[in-house]
């Protein structure tokens, strides 16, 4: 996916947005990248490949290299940025996360109108924060030109821009797919889209941005470009997965949300009569252990952390990019305690079960070092579409899912026509996924959350909530 940061101040903020990019690590694994302006240097950047070193080791010593009271920086899982550029509209940083799915379609579109061009990375693919610029600097503002991207765009674009004067406009996307909070200190103001990250340097909450709303940022002030719209679908999946457990989104609190999606759980089990004889509820780390915990206090069953994953060296199991190599890295990662496995009877709950690979080299080291029994609770309802708007879940094919995939040896091509059954675990069609999918990852029982349960545990109207990847519904 990616994550961003962003101050505007009275006195010099790289250190800042240093610490404040750093803070979104959990964001993104390839690249990081900062831009910083002054009077005296102008534009300063730095981009790095941080799949094998995380960001911090990469731009440590940073403030000896870079300086200005404006920087935006950024956590990159997609293209080098940030770039800079000089057009119409002046000289300035750029920062975009989100997908644009029409690229190529846009790029034709921008080089048929003539004159223009652009630099190709890999297989002449074009940067798509370029692509993003090209199409605002076709207007005559950043306003009109940010509007009119959103326009064209099929997918999302949340876009930070830092300009020669050292002001930050801010820009989140039509729909409000991903947030965009501000903070304020003594000496001005930061954009950030994990609340916590802000907070930890010293700023407090001033403001949220309503979705398509674009707002310019200087120490002295936020002055409103554009006015937020009336619809908003943004993603459940912050709350669910990918979000930071101390942030705030909307109001609603990520370890909050899952400590209470996990009890809702625990009360459906009961509800439907699935409490089962149980040693302990534990969670697959680490997004999964707050929803476990949750599930274990409204159940009265103990919770537990049978394995422990082991950090200092590994701390991303995602990090190589040859897949046996990370399943290995994730199965040396995963340390049993012992005394909480063997002969004992468990529940676990997980985030949410997408290719089930992983998940069941989990379940089989449980099995290998004595676990008696092992049930499966799934945080989230089955994933059955590769996002299309952020870049999170996103498959070659919907068949990569582990959902999809079974419904297709269910029942063909036929199976595609009854998703909303599979969805449900009371339906025919919906036990049948869930046995068959127990089969294959070696569970004792699997249920998954429903999505009114999601949609209750977060707290927000469902029409304000984009829930594509489970139900399609755009």
């Known amino acids: 996916m990616g994550g961003f940061f962003g101050a505007t101040s009275k006195h010099d903020v790289v250190l800042d947005v240093f610490f404040g990019v750093d803070y979104?690590?959990?964001?993104?694994t390839r690249r990081g990248g900062m831009a910083a302006v002054n009077e005296e240097l102008g534009f300063q950047r730095e981009i790095h490949n941080i799949e094998n070193s995380p960001f911090r080791?990469?731009?440590e010593g940073i403030t000896s290299e870079m300086s200005g009271n404006s920087c935006i920086g950024c956590i990159s899982d997609s293209d080098p940025q940030p770039i800079l550029i000089r057009s119409n509209l002046g000289v300035y940083a750029m920062i975009v996360v989100g997908i644009i799915n029409n690229a190529n379609e846009l790029v034709?579109?921008?080089?048929?109108?003539?004159?223009g061009h652009f630099?190709?990375?890999s297989g002449g693919r074009v940067n798509s924060t370029d692509l993003v610029a090209a199409l605002i600097n076709q207007k005559s503002s950043f306003a009109e030109g940010i509007k009119y991207a959103n326009e064209v765009i099929d997918g999302s674009a949340t876009i930070i821009i830092l300009n020669e004067d050292g002001s930050i406009i801010a820009a989140r996307d039509k729909l409000g797919r991903l947030p965009i909070l501000v903070g304020k200190d003594d000496n001005g103001y930061c954009v950030s889209l994990e609340s916590f990250a802000y907070k930890k340097l010293g700023y407090t909450d001033e403001k949220e941005l309503g979705p398509g709303e674009i707002v310019k940022i200087t120490p002295d002030g936020i002055e409103v470009l554009a006015q937020p719209g009336k619809d908003m679908r943004i993603c459940a999946f912050l709350w669910t997965y990918y979000g930071y457990p101390n942030s705030c989104y909307e109001g609603v609190n990520v370890e909050v949300m899952?400590?209470?999606?996990?009890?809702?759980?625990?009360e459906n089990d009961k509800a439907a009569g699935k409490s089962f004889d149980i040693d302990y509820v534990g969670g697959v780390p680490d997004s999964g252990t707050p929803h476990a915990i949750g599930y274990a206090n409204k159940s009265d069953i103990p919770f537990a952390r049978p394995f422990i994953k082991y950090t200092p060296t590994w701390p991303r199991s995602f990090m190589p990019n040859n897949q046996n190599e990370r399943s290995r890295v994730a199965k040396m990662k995963m340390i049993p305690v012992h005394d909480l496995i063997q002969e004992k009877k468990l529940l676990f709950v997980d985030d949410s079960i997408v290719r089930g690979t992983q998940l069941r080299e989990t379940v089989d080291f449980l099995y290998e070092n004595g676990a008696k029994v092992v049930h499966m609770r799934s945080a989230c309802p089955p994933i059955m579409y590769g996002c299309k708007y952020l870049n999170f879940s996103r498959s070659n094919s919907d068949l990569e899912l582990i959902a999809r995939r079974t419904i297709r040896e269910l029942e063909g091509e036929e199976?595609?026509?009854?998703?909303?059954?599979?969805l449900d675990g009371s339906t025919e069609r919906g036990k049948a996924l869930r046995n068959e999918i127990c089969k294959k990852l070696h569970f004792a029982s699997l249920e998954y959350q429903s999505l009114d349960g999601v949609v209750e545990a977060i707290g927000i109207d469902r029409s304000k909530l984009c829930t594509y990847c489970w139900d399609g519904r755009e």
């Open 258 to 266: 899952r400590n209470r999606n996990g009890a809702i759980m625990a």
């Open 108 to 115: 034709e579109q921008y080089l048929s109108s003539g004159g």
């Open 415 to 422: 199976g595609d026509k009854y998703i909303d059954e599979y």
């Open 119 to 121: 630099s190709t990375m």
């Open 57 to 59: 080791t990469k731009f």
């Open 24 to 28: 979104h690590s959990h964001l993104g």
